[in-house]
């Protein structure tokens, strides 16, 4: 597969980002040019298929032609306005996004850090609006090995030494509970307590999928408290587990829902928190915004992204070949996978220590035309676009096998 070496090849690119880019992150070596669908191509014209999917960005794959076309459609009549004006396409995407997650009220915002930040602002806000906790005494309850971002705020109540070390002081109101245990829970919540914020699978945990019922418990325990319960599905959400919302696998309705990375279609950063009337009308004009949120441009492709969802296509794909990804899992533990988590077309791969780390292991899996990213240790994240056919998939499963086993 290797072509001649070009002017700019992957080594020349990766050795001219060096000294002029912040070293926030430790790609894996490949410099890809252009995608489609499940695949990408590197500078040297070398095909991989992508199964990390930017991390749920991509769920229906590279440039969905319906996506790129919303796109177009909008880039060649408005793209931006700020919210100091009304534009066209605002209300019916908040009406359908409203529709398709079973909620009231929509608050548009751009990346997934911001509408974690706008969902605990709304909590807080709500907490001393309509519970009656007094001023500045608001507490939120999230879960140890949380990943919900970046901002100062957000690290703030971090359990990963490596982002939080080094940027404090942080925001005060966070209490840190294990996940998955509902006693511990219900031993932080008092009548202080805005809200439970937490993930219904922790994604950059390694997947963790929580027992059957603590979501359920979970929803039981902040009714029962007068809290809210915030479910961050940023990278759960909109298909990725079969079904539009994670927290569907037990039936729970959360008071306010943050979503992101899929919303945007690939395309562009949208994010949204999703609720309640009672919670998100809490915000009155002037309290809360941003300029780019719920932009033209991303209230199209948003549209777009929520009428593919309303088919049910993806989330039943997701669901049938989760199966496929279950079982060619399942029939490598003992060849070279000591465990795996996985749901929908969602996993988190522990490999056996002795071959190698996540990264070694995907590294090897890159040479062999198959992208993925390691998690912490020796576990590996599968996560490729809900496009992805059986036969890729199990051509995946297949390189996985062949580089644990040779
Ligand atoms: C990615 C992610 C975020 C942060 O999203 P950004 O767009 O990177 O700011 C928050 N929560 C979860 C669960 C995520 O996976």
Not at 200 to 224: F, K, M, N, S, W
Not at 325 to 336: H, N, P, T, W
């Amino acid at each position: 597969m290797t072509a001649p070496a070009r002017a700019h090849g992957s080594q020349e690119l990766i050795r001219a980002e060096e000294p002029v880019l912040a070293h926030n992150y430790h790609p894996l070596p490949v410099v890809v040019a252009r995608a489609e669908g499940a695949w990408v191509e590197d500078v040297e014209g070398r095909r991989y298929l992508d199964m990390l999917a930017g991390y749920s960005a991509l769920n229906f794959g590279h440039r969905h032609p319906a996506l790129v076309d919303a796109a177009h459609r909008q880039l060649d009549r408005l793209t931006l306005t700020s919210r100091a004006f009304h534009h066209d396409r605002l209300a019916g995407f908040a009406e359908r996004l409203a529709a398709l997650t079973g909620t009231d009220m929509v608050l548009p915002m751009n990346t997934g850090a911001e509408a974690v930040e706008s969902g605990i602002k709304v909590a807080r806000k709500w907490a001393y609006d309509v519970k009656g906790v007094p001023a500045d005494r608001a507490t939120i309850v999230v879960a140890a090995d949380n990943f919900h971002g970046r901002t100062t705020t957000i690290v703030g109540f971090s359990t990963d030494e490596t982002a939080r070390a080094g940027f404090g002081p942080f925001t005060p109101g966070f209490r840190v509970v294990p996940y998955n245990d509902l006693a511990a829970l219900e031993e932080a919540v008092d009548e202080t307590t805005a809200a439970v914020l937490i993930e219904p699978i922790q994604g950059e945990a390694g997947v963790l999928i929580p027992d059957d019922g603590y979501l359920a418990g979970v929803r039981e325990l902040t009714r029962r408290a007068g809290c809210l319960f915030v479910a961050d599905e940023i990278q759960s959400g909109l298909g990725r587990t079969g079904h539009t919302l994670a927290v569907e696998h037990e039936s729970v309705v959360p008071d306010v829902v943050l979503l992101g990375k899929a919303l945007g279609g690939g395309i562009v950063p949208v994010s949204a928190v999703v609720g309640s009337r009672e919670v998100l009308g809490v915000l009155r004009p002037g309290e809360h915004g941003s300029t780019f949120g719920g932009n033209p441009l991303a209230a199209a492709v948003g549209t777009e992204v929520v009428e593919l969802l309303e088919t049910g296509e993806f989330q039943r794909r997701a669901a049938e070949l989760g199966t496929v990804l279950r079982e060619g899992l399942a029939a490598l533990v003992g060849r070279g996978v000591v465990g795996f988590r996985a749901r929908g077309l969602w996993a988190g791969v522990d490999v056996d220590p002795a071959l190698g780390s996540g990264r070694g292991i995907s590294e090897r899996l890159m040479r062999e035309g198959v992208l993925v990213k390691d998690t912490h240790g020796s576990t590996i994240r599968l996560a490729p676009p809900l496009t992805v056919t059986g036969e890729e998939l199990r051509g995946a499963l297949g390189t996985l096998e062949k580089v644990l086993t040779s």
